[in-house]
């Protein structure tokens, strides 16, 4: 169960920004919200995570909303390379493992 | 600084037999996680292990087994091979045994059983 929703599939232009959503609507006030992508034939990526508040790094935005029920991730400008399955995860002391849904696959079109 | 290494990164075997992988985690981290990901099944947790105990194990039988050595890496063996074992297997490894702490994952081991 991986309590999280996501889309299966999203479809960005080059250069454009990206925002990918995450429903989270039974997420539990001890619980971090993750990011990580995997790009084809790899390993998954670490992208950015954060618990209550809008988190940035140099890949990209996390923003949460008030309630914690939903999340979106904000790629700034995609690029070509940033095509990959993007997986929204819930994180909490349980057991420490992660646990994967579905993920959405994001398209970048030059 | 080196990633997470895992070997080999093919391996072919037949049904019945017996499958080990190893992993070595990025210097200076102590816990070791695996992962399965199987066509059409997503990535599923397998096996984490700290300071060389198994700390926590996800939905798999237990011809899927490992250990962690006292050098901080780490062998998923799987006993018994069956036709469904054939996948990635992904470890990942973390600095720290907390809820936020990243995990990072190497380029995994695709195991295929004929």
């Known amino acids: 169960d991986a309590k999280t929703t996501q889309p299966n599939s999203m479809e960005s232009n080059e250069e454009e920004p990206v925002h990918l959503p995450c429903n989270h609507s039974?997420?539990?006030?001890?619980?971090?919200i993750h990011w990580y992508r995997q790009l084809p034939s790899q390993g998954p990526e670490y992208v950015i995570h954060?618990?209550?508040s809008n988190v940035n790094n140099r890949m990209a935005s996390l923003a949460i909303a008030e309630d914690r029920k939903s999340s979106t991730l904000i790629l700034h400008r995609a690029t070509l390379r940033d095509a990959a399955v993007y997986y929204c995860?819930?994180?909490?002391?349980?057991?420490?493992?992660?646990?994967f849904g579905g993920g959405t696959r994001l398209m970048v079109k030059p | 600084e080196a990633g997470v290494t895992q070997s080999p990164t093919h391996l072919i075997k037949t049904r019945g037999q017996q499958a080990t992988l190893r992993c070595s985690p990025i210097s200076g981290h102590t816990s070791v996680y695996w992962y399965q990901q199987a066509l059409g099944l997503g990535l599923q947790f397998l096996l984490w292990?700290?300071?060389?105990?198994?700390?926590n194990r996800g939905n798999f039988p237990p011809r899927f087994s490992g250990r962690q050595f006292p050098n901080y890496s780490s062998e998923l063996n799987v006993n018994a091979l069956e036709l469904e074992d054939s996948a990635l297997y992904l470890c990942?490894?973390?600095?720290?045994?907390?809820?936020?702490?990243?995990?990072?994952f190497g380029p995994g081991t695709r195991l295929l059983v004929l």
């Open positions: 990942a490894s973390s600095l720290l045994v907390k809820p936020q702490e990243t995990q990072y």
């Open positions: 039974t997420i539990s006030g001890t619980d971090y």
């Open positions: 954060g618990l209550t």
């Open positions: 292990y700290d300071e060389g105990e198994e700390r």
């Open positions: 995860i819930r994180s909490n002391n349980a057991g420490n493992m992660l646990t």
